[in-house]
């Protein structure tokens, strides 16, 4: 593997903004000026504060994935789509649950938005296959899909891919698997990332970011132990030397 220099290690990073209100959000966000890092909105901040929280980080300089996680009737993905076109978000998600045309009506809702003219490009979308928190047992017994978690999670990929998107939410353990079903350039999103000495927290299917890196994932979203440490900051640079192997 070819190693990273820090600032390619940064660029990989998205930073779970998991906060009840945007004044400390953005406070945190803050702290990684200049990094090159992404941010992360997810359902508790968007909740919380609204699309202007968006807007702010993208005043900042900052690249932000949406996590919202949209999984309805076609015709309603497709407008929330155009909504987070409008808010400038680089990235948001959909459940690969939701299947092939809700999918598609996701990818032309943003689409629609720009030959509109009321957003300037379309963000990339993505899609969740399974919840990093999701054990075999809660697959087979709770969720009533049967198999391996590796090939639901392969099958909601290859769905992905047919219906117009540029990759998927994952965790680091099926990376390989995705990468070999749908080509390198089908992008890979993984949560569940804990650094070393970290706590798995209420995650399942986890890795460091080492790992997660030599695995040849595209993106690593972290939170907890970047966003509950005493120094955010110093925090994101120790992963970032554990990325890079400094």
């Known amino acids: 593997m070819k190693e990273l220099s820090l600032r390619q290690a940064g660029a990989k990073v998205m930073v779970a903004l998991d906060k009840p209100e945007a004044e400390a959000a953005l406070r945190l966000a803050d702290q990684l000026a200049d990094t090159g890092c992404w941010m992360k909105v997810g359902m508790e901040l968007f909740y919380a504060a609204g699309p202007s929280v968006v807007q702010e980080l993208k005043t900042r300089g900052f690249k932000v994935f949406l996590d919202v996680k949209m999984h309805d009737i076609p015709n309603t993905v497709r407008g929330g789509a155009r909504s987070i ?9 959909v459940h690969a649950a939701g299947g092939l045309a809700m999918m598609n009506a996701a990818v032309e809702g943003a689409e629609e938005a720009v030959s509109e003219g009321v957003a300037e490009r379309v963000p990339l979308v993505i899609a969740v296959t399974q919840l990093t928190s999701t054990t075999r047992e809660t697959l087979n017994k709770e969720i009533g899909i049967p ?34 079903a ?6 890979t999103v ?7 000495g970290s706590e798995a927290g209420d995650q399942s299917r986890i890795s460091t970011p080492r790992i997660a890196v030599e695995g040849g994932t595209d993106f690593l979203v ?22 890079t192997g400094a």
């Open 85 to 93: 076109a409008r808010l400038g978000a680089d990235l948001f998600n």
């Open 147 to 180: 198999g391996s978690i590796e090939d639901t999670v392969v099958h909601y990929a290859r769905l992905a891919r047919e219906a117009g998107l540029s990759g998927v939410v994952a965790s680091p353990l099926e990376v390989r698997a995705i990468k070999a």
């Open 182 to 187: 749908c080509g390198a350039d089908f992008l």
């Open 190 to 196: 993984t949560p569940g990332i804990r650094p070393l």
């Open 222 to 243: 972290i939170g907890r132990p970047i966003t509950g440490a005493p120094d955010p900051r110093e925090a994101f640079e120790t992963i970032l030397k554990e990325m």
